[in-house]
């Protein structure tokens, strides 16, 4: 798994978890992005609070881009039911 | 933390949100102390975008919510979301979807109830609904602005052409759909893409999309990166 090997790296290079990445990429597209990690537990919701202060490089940012190519995916998110009730 | 601005009308929330759905919906057992300490803990640390719905539970996460933010109604705000088919009997609870004019109104009525609150900040769509125009299901949102029961409104999981034509009704301010850098699902991610052009207000034609935002790959989401139900809101609105 490319992306979640680049995910680790930069991860481990920021002292920081693969969540706490994945969290401060999306924070990095874009001032109008607000990503809503869900979660139940104190002990996660920290670690999601940390990645606000989390800045990631250029490099960084080529780096996880690459990783993840576009379309590259399989399988759908929710049953079929579900699937059909998103609009495109 | 500081704050994001979503959309024209003057929604400022929190960089990071806080999704309440599986305190109570599901991903296992519901443990109710713990979900209102973790909400507790999040106002503490800025985390102050809360984001629930009315299907969540169903109706139990609006209500959990509620109890979580007693006293403390000014230092957050609340997203919530209208638009299924409610049916508690039933396992899937979700027997369909519905938009209509009245159902909107009343689930907002009723949110409201369950929440505690004077008014939703943000109230979505939850998911589009083939068998009512969207302009009818704006337009029971945008009254209900004007009766100040919500402040800012939302769509969720909507296509480029359904936002355009919501967003002539009345200014939306914010997006929600499913999009990470493990996000599966690619055509997501496309339409958030056309979405943003729109925000951007170039052409709607241009083919190429900002590099970052093509990506969606497979894998983080379901090995090991906690952030799988990174879901962005995004603003399409700004120029």
């Known amino acids: 798994m490319r992306l979640v090997e680049a995910v680790k790296a930069v991860a481990d290079e920021k002292k920081a978890t693969p969540g706490q990445i994945a969290l401060a990429w999306l924070l990095a597209q874009g001032p109008d992005v607000v990503p809503i990690p869900g979660t139940k537990r104190r002990r996660y919701l920290e670690e999601n609070a940390k990645a606000a202060s989390i800045t990631l490089s250029k490099q960084d940012l080529e780096h996880l881009g690459r990783a993840a190519p576009a379309g590259g995916t399989a399988g759908p998110r929710y049953h079929e039911r579900m699937m059909s009730l998103i609009d495109r | ?239």
């Open chain 2, 1 to 239: 933390m500081q704050t994001r601005t979503l959309g024209r009308e003057g929604l400022t929330v929190s960089p990071l949100g806080l999704g309440c759905m599986g305190m109570s919906w599901a991903y296992g057992t519901p443990d109710e102390n713990e979900a209102v300490a973790t909400i507790h803990r999040a106002i503490e640390l800025g985390v102050t975008f809360l984001d629930t719905a009315e299907v969540y539970g169903p109706y139990e996460n609006e209500k959990l919510v509620g109890r979580a933010i007693k006293g403390k109604r000014d230092k957050v705000v609340i997203a919530t979301k209208f638009g299924f088919k409610i049916d508690p009997t039933q396992r899937p609870a979700i027997t369909g979807t519905d938009s209509r004019p009245e159902n909107v109104k009343a689930v907002a009525d009723a949110s409201l109830k369950r929440l505690g609150i004077e008014h939703i900040d943000l109230f979505y769509q939850h998911r589009v609904d083939r068998n009512v125009p969207i302009e009818e299901t704006v337009g029971a949102m945008a009254d209900l602005v004007k009766a100040g029961k919500v402040r800012f409104l939302g769509l969720s999981e909507a296509g480029a052409n359904t936002i355009r034509r919501a967003h002539k009704v009345h200014p939306l301010s914010a997006l929600q759909s499913e999009y990470s850098l493990g996000e599966r699902y690619a055509s997501s991610a496309s339409a958030w893409c056309r979405i943003r052009r729109l925000a951007a207000g170039s052409s709607p034609g241009r083919r190429s999309a900002p590099r970052s935002i093509r990506r969606t790959t497979t894998g983080a989401r379901n090995r090991g990166c906690r952030a799988r139900t990174s879901t962005p809101t995004c603003d399409w609105s700004r120029r």
